[in-house]
């Protein structure tokens, strides 16, 4: 739920952040959900917290590969002490927990409120007849990390997303009580629906009255509502209201222009409750034969795969970290996500409505297999419309996803439950349609080698039962699934970054990217990189993560990332990158070899290769490209020679400047420059921000690179680089994007990989002035200043 909407803002609900002084500890205490228990030993510690982020690598963790080696394995507890408010004793008090990894319990003063065994979905708990209204009441939380590994990936520990306690009257909207939906959308006008769902907890019935006005980013309303109901007493009803917005602006991924709903519910012309919902207007439509169309203008989805890990912040949910990673790839180009493969937070949720991202909201991996096997049949529906009901009011979310590379592909008791979960989509949400990712890994053995009829054969029994077939990694076969189902638009859920599917990760490969394929057909939507951001997880050690990302842990962007933005961005741009087989790469086992791009580097400091013949390549979307070496110009090429992308370039290389030109119309309208460093002589410190909030979550990410005397990145640097804070602040984490290093991630030092890395400074709660100082041996130091106020 959207609690703070700029230029609204709630007068009645109360909505308590809950993040602050919890008290912690791992080991199991069953004596922990007394109050009485004696914590007074425990550390105490703000949520978002990632107990296993904390912890040393273990190359010998049980399955530790699909946690990053970092343990998980145990009970913990968490405990939080309060007093109510005055103005809340009379009320009704619920908690409300974003996400607790994982299989958490919940004890409200001694109490048992329940368990919830999924870690990514949101739940609450009515506290009302269990609190002391005139003492201390305590919250105890256990998690149970000792079952076996949830994900193929890193979920991390605890209660890593936030919390918030909501204090209303009796008489109220409901838990995700809204819906609205925009079934007419023009630029003239824009029909908007508001169903609300009020719950009177009282015994006798109560005659409500529901308004809901609509306001704009500015704070005008441009629409108002009003409808009745008379909800039963301990029940709820639905009261609907129909409200005409004039000439609206319409929200894309272009433009993402936002409204919200803001509702409140009256009895006897008392207000007694009032709520926000996020509204952005838009129409999708999707058309079997034309595809994708926002607001009537035809869209692929540039998208990328995202797992929830914030690389050395670990699973701690922090809107800045995730802000920073989205605007990354904004930057280049890319106008969607996809949630794999879980629900996230939902406030990465109201960035991507925010920054113009359409999103894919996925509910499962595998259904039945791991931690979850066991729990699918009786939580599946739950955990689904936990999904649904929170998320349906996002403008940013064009589909659902019921599953992931689901194993038993195409048997019965498969295709079943696949009715099962879409149906359940539609009744709850029938504005969007519903996909579930089939790969081809999940078939029988004897498909797998069975013929291309065949394997069409197969994937129509699934295909007829979704709405929009998505694909992973299965291009060779679009023409063939589309003959076969010709009102069908497919949708490439996971693309390699570089090469082209082959549709098995065992077979070879072919150096055509996989966007030519979206582009080629317009039933075909659009496709989704596997991955948009390294990963924790999922690797075999020394490899501590997936290292396919189009950037890296730390935000980074790797030079194949240049490849997709030229495919992607209409902004011209040129970028030189050097084949260069000497780099090191993550650990990349055969199986994932099609995954990876060809090793690049883009710097132009090469002495190993001196008086030898380099491959380059220039991504770019301009017409021509000029390569000028030192003051010479080298060649000119034209993309029209090259419709694979890869504008190839072989020269000798010598230490001094190369040079990009990118021209359109003979203009030039981008460069791009790579110089030979020389000897490492400093650090350079690069702050995304200076000035940060003073509320102890705003974060600064300072990119801290070894440079020469000019300034010129040392791209070989590996130096051991230690950092000091001065200031309430923290030093969050640090990362230098090698998954391969068993370096800490919370550490006040870090070396050098590809010669920088990154330290993540978090405010303090005071304002002030933070100094973060960077020094090494051999190196000039250098220093930064982040004002917090
Ligand atoms: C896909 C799967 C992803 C990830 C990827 C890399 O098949 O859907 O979750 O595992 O492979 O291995």
Known sequence: MTVVASKVSLQHRRVIPFDTDWLFTKGNYAGAKNPGFDDSRWRRLDVPHDWS????????????????????????????????????????????????????????????????????????????????????????????????????????????????????????????????????????SAKVVIRTNVRNGYAEAKACTVTTEIVDADGAVVGRGESKAVVPGGETAESAQEIRVETPKRWSPEQPSLYHAYTTVAV?????????????????????????????????????????????????????????????????????VRFAHNPMTAELLDLCDRMGFLVVDEAFDKWKSLYYAELFDEWWQADLEAMLLRDRNHPSIFLWSVGNEVEQQGQDSMLE???????????????????????????????????????????RKLAERVDILGLNYQEQWYEQYREAMPDTLILGTETFPFYRGKGSRVKGYEPVNPWFDVVKHDYVI?????????????SAYPSKGWSSGLIDTCGFRKPVSYLQESLWSEEPMVQIAVFDDTLEQGHTPQWTKHWMSPPMASHWTFPHYEGRLLRLVTFTNCESVELVVG??????????????????????????????????????????????????????????????????????????????????????????????????????????????????????????????????????????????TASAEGLEAAAVTIVCE
């Not at 002391?132 to 890593?160: C, F």
């Not at 595809?291 to 203008?297: Q, R």
């Not at 659009?526 to 390294?534: E, L, M």
């Open 417 to 459: 439950m696949l009715d099962l979960l879409v149906k359940h989509c539609h009744t709850v949400d029938p504005t969007r349609p519903v996909t579930c990712a089939l790969e081809p890994h999940n078939w029988p053995m004897s498909l797998r080698s069975g013929t291309v009829e065949e394997k069409v054969a197969h994937t």
């Open 268 to 336: 006897d012309g008392q207000v007694t409750d009032d709520y926000i919902t996020p509204l952005g207007i838009r129409e999708i439509r999707f058309d079997s034969r034309e595809g994708f169309f926002v607001n009537g203008v035809g869209t692929k989805l540039k998208g990328v795969c995202i797992h929830h890990d914030l690389g050395c912040l670990g699973a701690a949910y922090n809107d800045r970290a995730m802000e920073r990673r989205l605007a990354v790839l904004k930057e280049m180009g890319c106008n969607a």
């Open 526 to 538: 659009g496709q989704f990189v596997w991955a948009g951001i390294d990963y924790l997880g999922e």
């Open 53 to 188: 982020i904390e912890e040393a690598f273990d190359p010998e963790m049980e399955h530790g590969g699909s946690h990053a080696y970092l343990p998980r394995w145990t009970v913990a507890w968490y405990r939080k002490k309060f007093t109510l408010d005055e103005a809340d004793q009379a009320r009704r008090i619920v908690i409300e927990f974003d996400g607790v990894h994982n299989n958490s319990e919940v004890w409200i003063n001694g109490h048992y409120l329940g368990s919830r065994p999924y870690g990514y979905v949101p739940f609450q708990y009515d506290l009302t007849p269990y609190l002391h209204r005139d003492g201390e009441n305590v919250l105890s939380v256990k998690v149970d990390n000792t079952v076996m590994p949830p994900d193929r990936w890193y979920s991390g520990s605890g209660i890593y997303r936030h919390v918030r306690l909501l204090s209303t009257d009796p008489v109220q909207v409901a838990q995700w009580g809204t819906y609205i939906t925009t079934p007419q959308v023009s630029e003239a």
């Open 631 to 772: 003051d010479e110009s080298y060649e000119e090429k034209r993309l029209a020679d090259h419709p694979d992308r890869l504008m190839v370039w072989h020269l000798p290389y010598a230490p001094g400047r190369v040079k990009a030109v990118g021209r359109i119309g003979g203009r030039i309208v981008c460069t791009h420059e790579l110089v030979t460093a020389g000897e490492a002589r400093q650090l350079t410190l690069q702050a995304d921000r200076t000035r940060l909030a003073a509320d102890g979550i705003d974060l600064a990410h300072v990119e801290v690179i070894v440079t020469d005397e000019q300034g010129v990145p040392v791209p070989g640097a590996k130096h051991a680089i230690s950092f000091s804070l001065e200031g309430e602040g923290t030093i969050l984490g640090v990362d230098n994007g090698d998954l391969n290093s068993d370096e800490p991630y919370k550490a006040n030092a870090r070396s050098a990989y590809h010669g920088r890395c990154l330290v993540v400074v978090q405010a303090g709660k005071q304002a002030g002035t933070l100094r973060l």
